[in-house]
């Protein structure tokens, strides 16, 4: 069976066979006698995103990683802009040029000359919808001013939005684009937490799994 520690677009951790191509962690928050989540979905509120492969490090996935104890524990995302709607931002351990970016046009986008990641953590906090934000309603005309890699959902389906065209969402990859016009009258709401819809505004790119491409 599948562990418990893939995370949706809605930042809820799911088991299921797919595992995806970005790894990352909210803290420990498993029991690593049975490999199953505590009751808690956070330890912290640096949320990341980190790299599945990085130097030679070898982790057993919500196991004893750290000297006999759980050490933190391993989530997965399809892709990073599956981990940007759930409310990670990229690893300085790992991705330390893609956090930077990340953070320098954060600060960029509000006006912060010396920003830092707590403060980047702490907005993100309030914002994403797993740690109680509410995601903001979104009508089809606003769609158009949404950058790319921003994610909304139709009820309980998440789409990215790329190239003005929406691609629907699994844990297996995305579905081919529909017109923005399929959504007239349909309740939306933003999944990606504002403050990281204003990075992206700032030129942040962030990886598509392949799919997108097809």
């Excluded at 990683?65 to 981990?83: C, M, Q, S």
């Excluded at 912060?112 to 403060?119: C, F, H």
Aim: glycine residues 10%.
């Amino acid at each position: 069976m599948p562990l418990q520690n893939r995370v949706d677009p809605f930042g809820v951790i799911r088991a299921v066979p797919e595992r995806g191509r970005f790894t990352g962690n909210r803290g420990i928050i498993h029991d690593p006698e049975t490999k199953t989540l505590l009751k808690k979905r956070w330890a912290l509120q640096a949320w990341i995103i980190c790299l599945c492969q990085f130097r030679n490090a070898r982790r057993e996935p919500m196991g004893r990683n750290r000297g006999g104890k759980a050490g933190w524990t391993e989530l997965f995302f399809l892709d990073e802009v599956t981990a940007l709607a759930a409310g990670h931002r990229p690893c300085f351990f790992c991705r330390r040029e893609r956090a930077t970016d990340f953070v320098s046009r954060f600060g960029k986008a509000f006006g912060i000359p010396e920003t830092r990641a707590p403060m980047v953590d702490k907005q993100l906090h309030r914002e994403r919808l797993a740690s109680g934000g509410q995601p903001p309603p979104v009508t089809v005309p606003e769609l158009r001013d949404l950058p790319d890699g921003a994610m909304i959902a139709d009820g309980d389906t998440a789409y990215a939005l790329r190239s003005g065209r929406a691609l629907e969402w699994s844990f297996a990859g995305y579905a081919g684009p529909i017109a923005f016009d399929r959504f007239a009258g349909r309740p939306l709401r933003v999944l990606t937490p504002a403050a990281t819809i204003a990075v992206l505004r700032q030129g942040f790119a962030p990886a598509w799994h392949p799919t997108a491409d097809t």
